[in-house]
Each structure stands twice: as structure tokens, then as C-alpha cells.
């Protein structure tokens, strides 16, 4: 069975862009509860260095992520 950082990464770099509606998704995702933990903080910071191009929404996602980071 495939990791979920493997298929999250494959999800949001599949056209090398991430784009709003992708953000919008992980900030869903991760924020749930509102909270993010290391690993998943760690996550977005890796798909930012590996998009060619990216949206300054996840920027503002990283550092709110960071904000309420465990």
C-alpha cells in the first residue's frame, strides 16, 4: 500500500502547479483539527521546494501551519 505522502505528493505535483483549489484541499485536510503536526508541516514545505510553480496561498497555509504547529 502506497504511503500517504506519496500519493498526496503525486495528487498536488501532477502538473507541477499547485494551484488554489489544491490548497484549499490540504488546508482542509490538515488543519481538521485545528492543528498540524511536524510531519505534515514537513509535507508542505517538501511539495513547495518540488512545484515548479505554486500559488501564494500555500505560503500563507505553511505559515499558519507553523502558527498552531505541534
Same mark, same amino acid.
Given at each position: 500500500?502506497? #504511503?500517504?505522502? *506519496? ?23 490538515? @488543519?481538521? /483539527?485545528? %492543528?498540524?503536526? !511536524? %510531519?505534515? @508541516?514537513?509535507?508542505? *514545505?517538501?511539495? !513547495?521546494?518540488? =512545484? !515548479?510553480?505554486?500559488? *501564494? =496561498?500555500?505560503?500563507? @497555509?505553511? #505559515? /499558519?501551519?507553523? !502558527?498552531?504547529?505541534?
Amino acid at each position: 500500500m502506497a #504511503e500517504w505522502r *506519496q500519493v498526496a505528493k503525486v495528487c498536488a505535483l501532477g502538473d507541477g502547479h499547485i494551484s488554489t483549489k489544491e490548497v484549499d484541499i490540504l488546508r482542509e485536510v490538515i @488543519l481538521a /483539527d485545528g %492543528s498540524a503536526n !511536524k %510531519s505534515e @508541516l514537513s509535507f508542505l *514545505q517538501e511539495i !513547495k521546494a518540488e =512545484a !515548479k510553480t505554486a500559488v *501564494q =496561498a500555500l505560503d500563507v @497555509l505553511i #505559515e /499558519d501551519c507553523e !502558527k498552531v504547529a505541534k
